[in-house]
């Protein structure tokens, strides 16, 4: 596009247009890629983290109501 004057005018052709357009939906598509391979990281992270606490809390539990495992029983 010329930026000159008022009048500005798209001197691009249709396959460059559809081109351009093609560029910009992969780059979309790389940023929505990367940020949802971010999030489920993250995601991945917590979901095992929270998971190894809860073992601690539900071992915990049964050290509190009298139910050990039977290695530790002996």
């Given amino acids: ?10 001197f691009r052709s249709e396959e460059e247009i559809g081109r351009e357009e093609q560029t910009e939906e992969a780059k979309r598509r790389a940023v ?6 971010m999030l489920y990281g993250r995601f991945c992270e917590w979901r095992d983290a929270r998971r190894d606490k809860e073992e601690e809390w539900l071992e915990d539990l049964r050290a509190y109501n009298g139910i050990y495992e039977a290695d530790i029983e002996a």
């Avoid at 929505?32 to 391979?37: F, N, Q, R, T």
């Fill in 1 to 10: 596009m010329s930026g000159f004057g008022l009048l500005q005018v798209d």
């Fill in 32 to 37: 929505e890629d990367a940020l949802g391979a």
